[in-house]
T-cell receptor, first 114, second 113 residues
Framework: DSGVTQTPKHLITATGQRVTLRCSPR?????VYWYQQSLDQGLQFLIQYYNGEERAKGNILERFSAQQFPDLHSELNLSSLELGDSALYFC?????????????FGSGTQLSVL | GENVEQHPSTLSVQEGDSAVIKCTYS??????FPWYKQELGKGPQLIIDIRSNVGEKKDQRIAVTLNKTAKHFSLHITETQPEDSAVYFCAASKGGSQGNLIFGKGTKLSVKP
């Protein structure tokens, strides 16, 4: 068990809808990362938050947004969903702001857009 | 930006044999190279990492080598066991507060008993 909790584990929705994925980092970790995993693209970095502030952005679509709350949990919001958004979404956490340290991954949220 | 290429995409070995997975990176400023193992239904888990000031690192049956000049690094697993079967990802980062951890596309390793 990595200590990172992601909910829900599975999500099935329709095109055009909006969903929210939730992540609780390990106790004491200040950074939260979101990754998208698909068969053809591998693990794609979306965004990083550190202590409530956005620190780095990757290949995140404008339809997607995220935030980190004062209690350090994070939410990834996906809107106007398309079939191609179907993927496994991972959250990871680490103690500090640098990416040169071990990331602890949750078990992921499997999103299916029908 | 950084690009990490990983080969092979699939690898099948007999139990007890060695397995080697290779990665190349494009950004010469990258200085941190972790390897993650992902088992079915789970998130990736760090198994070993190496920093740019080191050429090789070992941890029991797992070793990683880094060639900064050629910008490539490799994962070596010796005496493979069925429980080594998983997807392995290499990654690269230049650290700091704005460096992203960029992953390769993964290698599915199958160890046949």
């Amino acid at each position: 068990d990595s200590g990172v909790t992601q909910t829900p584990k599975h999500l099935i929705t329709a095109t055009g809808q909006r969903v929210t994925l939730r992540c609780s980092p390990r106790s004491g970790d200040l950074s939260v990362y979101w990754y998208q995993q698909s068969l053809d693209q591998g693990l794609q970095f979306l965004i990083q938050y550190y202590n409530g502030e956005e620190r780095a952005k990757g290949n995140i679509l404008e339809r997607f947004s995220a935030q980190q709350f004062p209690d350090l949990h994070s939410e990834l919001n996906l809107s106007s969903l398309e079939l191609g958004d179907s993927a496994l979404y991972f959250c990871a956490s680490s103690p500090g702001v640098s990416t040169n340290e071990k990331l602890f991954f949750g078990s992921g949220t499997q999103l299916s857009v029908l | 930006g950084e690009n990490v290429e990983q080969h092979p995409s699939t690898l099948s070995v007999q139990e007890g044999d060695s397995a080697v997975i290779k990665c190349t990176y494009s950004d010469s400023a990258s200085n941190y190279f972790p390897w993650y193992k992902q088992e079915l239904g789970k998130g990736p888990q760090l198994i070993i990492d190496i920093r740019s000031n080191v050429g090789e690192k070992k941890d029991q049956r797992i070793a990683v080598t880094l060639n900064k000049t050629a910008k490539h690094f490799s994962l070596h697993i010796t005496e493979t066991q069925p429980e080594d079967s998983a997807v392995y990802f290499c990654a690269a980062s230049k650290g700091g507060s704005q460096g992203n951890l960029i992953f390769g596309k993964g290698t599915k390793l199958s160890v046949k008993p």
